[in-house]
């Protein structure tokens, strides 16, 4: 059987690892696949660069568009990136009947809906496991081989920049400037680290994974997200000192108002495994009722791990393009039409545990007025941690970890306290999840 | 359309939880699967407690033969275990045109070949999910997520009973026997424990791994197998001090000479993800040439985790029974035809580093005679670790960590330190790898 030929739109970083894992373990690629599968065209407004990586294995064009009307193109893969000219070619691959995969998680969180419809729509598939997690391939094990669950909870660490940043600024005692600029010496974080450090890359990938988990349509408008950048080395400090470290986590949790889609610092038990998990590495939480926790655990960024997902979507439509379209897997793990309308949920009423940090003035009383302000809240106290006010100071933190509480409470609670004259400076406030 | 109709044979524990998880999960996983999925037939020669178990919601029979007899009937999982009636079953339920869902290991490791030869005969599908590391979608990751990759090797962790004692061990100082017992009364180990304990277990599981991994037939014939009954606590802890934790690992590794696939007590570092699965926990580790290092972590046992993975199977089936039988994803992850005579390497081949506890005279020279033995042998030493004697006493430990060798070279050099007049008891050998 002729090798099936695929159409490459966009060949930087994972561009030239796809094309080169595909050159390089052809034969492998071909023995798994039951068929041949090549890269034979390449479309980058950087011909130049293009060409460089390909040489004359492939054909090299400007223009996208080329390669979609391409008719000896069975699948486009969409390495673009954005929101914009990314998702008008593949609604237009899609309208050419080829069938796309794509690394873009900004797109499908926001564009999903309208995508993975033009798709069934023309009867292809669009394939997305380079979108959450790299080379992890975490959407087959949400779309396929959790099937038999109800999934109560993910929990992932889905962005290695901000890993690695909080991995540094632990271990040597850094602060977050310090460690970002570190980070983009070494490639780590990109010149422009906005989307990374803010929490919105992960909250992508968050939202991908909610709509697999729970078969919700994707809502990145409606996720919480808040990034690292007002995270202080004290607050990692105390967490280490009552077990805990701080992660970037993107949670989506079920509960019984609705889902819970959210993406902030998050304190994690130090024991757990994916508390363990340091540098650019990722990893993810699924819980479900019948399997109980699971973890995926690898690279989620970089050339060749991004690469490998890219290419494990190029085999799996390979074996399995010929199948009825209403026989494939669904592109959300749950059939189109049984999706549910399934509230996601304000952060208000977000359920989790807490770790406050009180400046406040050493004087009599003042842990009394705060542990009756929480009192009052039917916010209960797990531990409470006080450090002696250094010698000349008058002011000393206190730490204190709750019990879970519904997040709106938590707000009115820290409002009342945050008015005490004896609390001196603004209190920080971060999640803790105990992922038991 | 009509539900999908299932026939089990055998409902004890893992039959059961995917009868209850099937039938509480029924609508999540029919959203999922396009198509409901119901157990209609159960066979199990104890009828009574089959009724127990399914009410009048399935037809119950003591002959499996009545269920692969209905023509009503899509799909047939194999829970009965063993290599005798489970085979004959398996293959009468292929040849009547079933697709068939196992959690059989040891009769895919030792049948496989014969049973996928005649499910691909036949058109039909074979699908075990549930045969390696429970809940833990691992065959799936192995054949669909990784399919870029040229494998280099696997390790995992894919025993729970062996796990959970060397935990046990490690974490209260107690011997084999004591913790085997308590493991037992616990439940995490059957009345008799052989094939756990013996690695025979671990070693079915890496002999499909093994096949997945490299496009190899399975032999398990050809596995090494060693268990963890001589394992003594002394070297745990020397492990321990020496920044290692022992694990009975499962090993499928590519080298030079063809494939290593061995199970056995392995130091690994301690700070690897992998040393702190603890308890009744599976991982498994899987190195790609394009991924790098994945890591997949759950629950390897149990009633509802492992029928998380029967029912993945189901939903699978369901989805995909319908395409072109050429075109499903195959078996062993590579094509059928597509599979390689790479030779499965004698021990005596096998790459890897070694711990050495010597039990030596308290005398001059001693380790130099040890030293001069491995240098000239061409085994060269990573760390040494020697323990004063006791007061009064007249041996030591010589603990020695080496850098990787071929286990022939070894072996040689542990017969002729072991002729040493200054060691004074049987030398205790343990492989080492450092999972990187």
């Known amino acids: 059987m002729k090798p099936i030929q695929v159409g490459l739109l966009g060949i930087g970083t994972v561009g030239s690892g796809t094309f080169n894992v595909l050159t390089r373990n ?19 407004l950087n011909v130049e660069r293009a060409r460089e990586v390909v040489g004359d294995r492939a054909q090299v064009v400007a223009d996208a568009r080329q390669v979609i009307a391409n008719p000896d193109i069975d699948i486009v893969i969409e390495l673009i990136g954005g929101y914009g000219i990314a998702r008008t070619l593949a609604l237009e691959a899609i309208a050419a009947g080829k069938h796309v995969v794509t690394a873009n998680k900004a797109l499908l969180a926001v564009h999903g809906s309208e995508i993975f419809a033009a798709a069934r729509e023309r009867g292809v598939m669009v394939a997305f496991e380079a979108a959450v997690a790299g080379g992890i391939p975490i959407i087959k094990a949400l779309r396929e081989g959790l099937t038999a669950n109800q999934i109560q909870w993910v929990a992932g660490i889905i962005n290695g920049t901000t890993n690695f940043i909080l991995s540094e600024m632990r271990d040597k ?3 977050f400037e310090v460690v970002l600029k570190e980070a983009q010496r070494l490639g780590y974080a990109e010149a422009d680290p906005t989307f990374d450090i803010e929490g919105v890359d992960a909250a992508h990938k968050a939202t991908l994974m909610s709509a697999l988990a729970f078969g919700i349509p994707v809502q990145f408008d409606k996720a919480h997200v808040e990034g690292i950048t007002k ?37 994690v038990p130090s024991k757990r495994l994916i508390a363990n998990v340091e540098g650019a590495m990722n990893a993810v939480m699924v819980q479900g009722d019948a399997v ?5 655990y690898g690279k989620g960024a970089g050339s060749e791990p991004t690469a490998s997902a890219v290419i494990a979507d190029l ?6 393009h010929t199948a009825d379209p209403e026989q494939r897997v669904p592109h959300l793990a749950f059939q189109p039409d049984e999706l549910h309308a399934t509230p996601i949920v304000s952060i208000d009423q977000v359920v989790t545990s807490f770790y406050l940090r009180l400046r406040v ?26 450090r002696e006010s250094a010698e000349g100071e008058h002011s000393t933190d206190v730490i204190i ?10 707000r009115a609670a820290l409002t009342q306290m945050q008015a005490l ?8 406030s971060l999640r803790k999840e105990e992922l038991a």
């Open 26 to 44: 052809q034969e492998e690629i071909r023995r798994r696949a039951g068929r041949g599968i090549e890269i034979t065209m390449v479309a980058d």
């Open 173 to 175: 005692g850094l602060d």
């Open 231 to 267: 995270l202080q080395g004290a607050d990692i400090r105390y967490a280490e000192q009552l077990g805990y470290r701080i992660k970037l986590l993107g949670i989506a949790r079920r509960q019984a108002a609705g889902i819970e889609l959210r993406v902030h610092p998050t304190l």
């Open 292 to 296: 109980g926790t699971t973890l995926y």
């Open 315 to 320: 085999v799996d439509i390979t074996r399995l």
């Open 361 to 386: 003035a050493d004087q009599k009383g003042v842990l009394a007025a705060i542990t009756r302000i929480l009192a009052e809240s039917d916010i209960s106290i797990d531990a409470v941690l006080q």
């Open 401 to 410: 970890l709750t019990h879970e509480t519904v997040e709106g409470r938590m």
């Open 421 to 428: 004259p004896t609390v001196l400076a603004p209190i920080v």
